[in-house]
């Protein structure tokens, strides 16, 4: 559709930035926190550990104050589970919530909203040892925990994220460091989606939990989307987007908001003999769990084509977030010619963007928040203490454009929180491979000084705030 004008962005747009508490803190082992997975997994080659990462743990004040000077509206992080419970479940570390109670008040002080997500690829060491999600008793454990935060923050945080990018853990689980397969398995798919049912439901009792416990709080998913084009109009090729949008994006979103499978996902797993259990009362937990908005990621849309029972000549390339390789009988990954991609090959949509809006807000009509969306790339650090970022602006710019155009179609939009509000360290590709719009003074094993500044970005998106979206 084009407008002939545009609508404006809503007067209280959040405009905000993101980050996770493992990529950002670091003091990963310090400070009584206990070790998480991803402070154990085997380390990506060529990338760097996470004892300092930005060093946000001990710089936060200075952080926050960069952020209030772009403007944000909003600061989405996450809260570490094992630096509350280093255990993961248990005995407190009170150095631990007191952080966080300052993170928080820091934010208060300049008026910036902070939206919290409870899990953001970060298991506790000490219950991945009990079998992680695979442990029926994980959904208590989540829930333990997210009463834990509601009690010592939901005065204050009126703003929750579940379980993000729940469905990266289930597809690409291994490239996150997060999966979890007990020994002796002998059918995967099952156990994965055994996992991942243990999520959903313990997802949905913290949705019900935050209500019953925060006055006024507000809550939401924060999945990965991403709209599935079919490779060709070869009606195969449609049935196998049908398919690939079911089991990477809707499965999530039905779940959260309808508290039903969806029907595509089921079939599949009935196929593979992978059904999940439920406990008693899961599928009552299920329903009861009400989503208030929905927070999605969003990189860039992916393409797939068919791949039929008997076709044995596949060669299938390697998944990541952004490109799932496919599954025999359902769906097979393919590149999109008409997309470039960035340094580290993933796929530009910008206009897939708004397609991912208007699809999303089409199925569930409940307010969307981008709670991820940025470009990856190397920076350089010029002699004077510049950044000239141009080519993240123009990822931005044109993405936020989709953000207007969606407005435009009617698709009710309550914010967006870039990936990242500063560099940070990737999930499997480094520091170097940055976000930010605060550039952090090291490299990937030399720690140099930790110094921030700003980047052209910053600058841009200080204009794109305080202009309400107007300068672009
Ligand atoms: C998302 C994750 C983030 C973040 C981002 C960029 O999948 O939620 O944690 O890291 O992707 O991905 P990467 O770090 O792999 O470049």
Not at 404 to 431: F, K, R
Not at 438 to 444: C, K, L
Request: proline share 5%.
């Amino acid at each position: 559709m084009y407008h002939k004008s545009l609508k404006p962005f809503p007067k209280d747009f959040l405009w905000g930035a993101s980050t996770s508490a493992y990529q950002v803190e670091g003091a990963s082992l310090t400070h009584g926190k206990g070790p998480s997975c991803q402070d154990v997994k085997e380390l990506p080659p060529n990338t760097s550990g996470l004892e300092v990462c930005a060093d946000h743990y001990h710089r936060y004040k200075e952080d926050i104050a960069l952020m209030a000077e772009m403007g944000f509206k909003v600061y989405r992080f996450s809260i570490s589970w094992s630096r509350l419970l280093p255990e993961g479940t248990g005995r407190i570390n009170q150095e631990g919530v007191d952080y966080y109670n300052n993170v928080i008040d820091e934010c208060l002080k300049y008026d910036i909203i902070p939206l919290v997500t409870m899990f953001h690829f970060d298991m506790p060491a000490a219950l991945d040892e009990r079998g992680s999600w695979s442990n029926p008793d994980s959904v208590e454990w989540f829930v333990d925990f997210a009463k834990l935060m509601y009690e010592c923050y939901g005065d204050r945080v009126k703003n929750w994220l579940t379980i993000n990018e729940q469905n990266m853990l289930t597809l690409v689980g291994p490239i996150i460091g997060t999966l979890h397969i007990p020994k002796g398995c002998t059918n995967k798919v099952k156990e994965i989606y055994q996992q991942n049912h243990h999520m959903l439901v313990a997802q949905a009792k913290a949705m019900a939990l935050c209500h019953q416990m925060v006055d006024g709080g507000k809550v939401g998913p924060a999945p990965n989307i991403s709209l599935v084009y079919p490779a060709s109009c070869k009606p195969e090729d449609v049935i196998a987007s049908q398919n690939t949008n079911a089991i990477r994006n809707w499965l999530y979103l039905d779940m959260s908001v309808f508290g039903v499978y969806n029907n595509l996902v089921w079939a599949y797993l009935e196929e593979n003999d992978a059904t999940p259990t439920f406990a008693p009362g899961d599928a009552e937990a299920l329903k009861n769990g009400k989503p208030d908005f929905i927070g999605f990621n969003y990189y860039n849309s992916m393409t797939v084509e068919d791949y039929a029972l008997d076709d044995d000549n596949v060669h299938l390339s390697d998944s990541n977030q952004q490109h799932q390789r496919g599954d025999k009988g359902f769906y097979k990954g393919t590149r999109n010619p008409h997309l470039p991609t960035t340094e580290f090959g993933w796929e530009i949509d910008p206009m897939g963007f708004r397609s991912t809006m208007r699809e999303i807000y089409s199925r569930y009509r409940l307010p969307l928040i981008v709670t991820e969306n940025g470009l990856g790339a190397y920076d350089t650090l010029t002699e004077d203490g510049k950044i000239h970022d141009s080519y993240r602006i123009e990822y931005l710019r044109k993405h936020l454009e989709q953000v207007q155009l969606a407005i435009t179609d009617g698709v009710e939009m309550m914010g967006y929180c870039p990936w990242s509000a500063i560099d940070l360290v990737s999930t499997h590709e480094g520091i170097v491979k940055r976000y930010g719009f605060i550039y952090v003074d090291r490299d990937e094993f030399n720690l140099k000084t930790l110094n921030r500044y700003r980047k052209d970005s910053f600058y841009w998106y200080q204009e794109v705030i305080a202009s309400n979206g107007k300068k672009m």
